[in-house]
């Protein structure tokens, strides 16, 4: 029997592109596929060794336990490797008219005239436009797809690849090592601060595909970044799995910040391996906003590895009908001093379901560490639920864990008070929902907390009556 | 003067208990009427139906505000038709600054195309937070969130002067506040008062009624109006408490639920 298409509420970015793809891998993962791949992007023998290893990974690894419910995700039915272009656009006006059309619809050029230090976007498996600021590059600061940087950069990219998520990790992990296409490079030299964040827009475009970026950033001693990344997908009618691995490494005394805005198709599995390492003094922030998708399964890490490090997750989840967004963070403390926050949103409607899952570890040597966790949630209806997961793991006595976490509704005094000054329902409730998730959108460089409320405020129209 | 405000017959009932037994009061434009009366009689729950709050239901009865029935509308509505009520107790909303709550509810009123520029805004807002000695943090600050309970009794006051409305409802707006910040709410409401707008003030103490000055002074008992007069009647509530009204009427439990 056929699938049915999920019901679905109206989704803004649903339009698609007539854009003829020049390879298509058809479905179905093979060591075939993945040799063709590797061979098709002119890989080094290593990188093709690794994503063998990792197809056999995968194969031996079972699914989680737990989790969301991907019963209706056949890996069969996905297609691993779509080149949109032969060749990449290195100006905006040498880059295809129709994927130019598709990114005019998002907005991104007028993006790129205000705020954009360095823009690549992936469309498909590759990315095909990418540009940078010439004050980046005289810096020393490396901004490219990683496929490039494979063959521009390959010592530093094998130096660092797969060593904060090992293809092992977990099954997701094994199949984006093994068919990783695209994602981001970054490599920051010491001491060197970016002071614009730079920004990569994703978009996945091709029916059943699978889009295994992988990104890798590299913030040397006493550097900065703050990379950002929002994506959107368009509607399908069957269901599309995107597995990304995303690897930092953030060196003594540096700081990364990474932030997303994904609003995914409601068809979409969205499975993601985010991990980073800080070592001595570093600090890594994750801002993470989760919107759509039909199940979300993802949990920024960060290993507090050096004496002092600092991680920080702030993050939300919007779940609507039919939707699962299994999210929350990993904080591992293995050195002294180590502290780590933790500020988790969620918001439920029409039947959608959140659950924070988060893992806060102390380990032997993490003497002084704190970690503080904070989870809010906003239920919108009675149909909708919420569950909040924490695990604990303490190997020394001198921690501190505050755990602190919330769950409430939209109460019928304050909706009458906002009301009573003359703002609609939604409007009232718009404005409710926009108050608990303004500790994240405060965060956001301005133009994405510009489309963030825009998203918001689609997404809870149609939340009344 | 015309009828700009009238509640005729007006019952409601909490949870099934019949609070407003009949309620009927009618205030022309430019008027100031105050309801007085102990703790208990249904002073709030004639507020709080009158605005529309979902947990009070209204049984019977109309009330008509420039001969619109204002049971037919949402809340949303009666407060764009020119209704507003000062809350006893204001909700706060976390994350959601005064300013930018002020600013939604006033291009509300103005509509789409017609949204007011942010520097008229600021400036306006700025302007009768002056007015209210206000400190202008409060601008910025979440609504109500964290205010004292004179601090949110202000606020309220300076929602009605910026959205300017033809029938403020102030629910024991002088409850928790001191002296010095009566006199200031006090002459917020007054710098109000003009010919098209109407009030009707919901006391226990005559204290405020020596600073805003009512026309008409009705007290009310288990859930209608018992006795109107001018402020007269205010003054020997003052001075002499509420037994002589109970004892003239026959009444012995002045709150509702006890017909």
Known sequence: MAKQMPDMEEYQYGFRD??????????????????????????PEWMLNFRLKSLEQFYKMSMPTWGGDMDELDFNDIQYYVKPSERQGKTWEEVPEEIKATFDKLGIPEAEQKFLAGVSAQYESEVVYHSMQADLEAQGVIFTDTDTALREHPEILKEYFATVVPAADNKFAALNSAVWSGGSFIYVPKGVKCEIPLQAYFRINSENMGQFERTLIIADEGSFVHYVEGCTAPVYSTNSLHSAVVEIIVKKDARVRYTTIQNWAPNIYNLVTKRAVAEENATMEWV???????????????????RGAKGMVLSIAVAGKGQHQDAGAKMIHLAPDTTSTIVSKSISKHGGK??????????????GAKANIKCDTLILDNLSTSDTIPYNEIFNDNVTLEHEATVSKVSEDQLFYLMSRGLSEAEATQMIVMGFIEPFTKELPMEYAVEMNRLIKFEMEGSIG | MSNLFEIKGLKSEIEGKEILKGFDLTIKAGEVHAIMGPNGTGKSTLASSIMGHPKYEVTEGQVFLNGEDVLEMGVDERALAGLFLAMQYPSEITGVTNADFLRSAINARRGEGNEISLIKFVRQMEGKMKELEMNPEFMHRYLNEGFSGGEKKRNEILQMMLLEPKLVIL???????????????????????????SFLIITHYQRLLNYIKPDHVHVMMQGRIVRSGGPELAERLEAEGYEWIKEELGIVDETVGQA
């Open chain 2, 171 to 197: 629910d024991e707006i002088d409850s928790g506040l001191d002296i010095d910040a009566l006199k200031i709410v006090a002459a917020g409401v007054n710098a109000m008062r003009s010919e098209e707008r």
């Open chain 1, 354 to 367: 959140v659950t924070y899952r988060g893992l806060a570890s102390f380990g032997r040597n993490a003497e």
């Open chain 1, 18 to 43: 007539e854009h003829k793809a020049v390879f298509q891998s058809g479905k179905g993962l093979t060591p075939e596929i993945v040799r063709t791949i590797s061979e098709m992007k002119g890989e």
């Open chain 1, 288 to 306: 993470d906003g989760n919107i759509g998708s039909k199940l979300t399964m993802k949990y920024p890490a960060v290993i507090l590895k050096g």
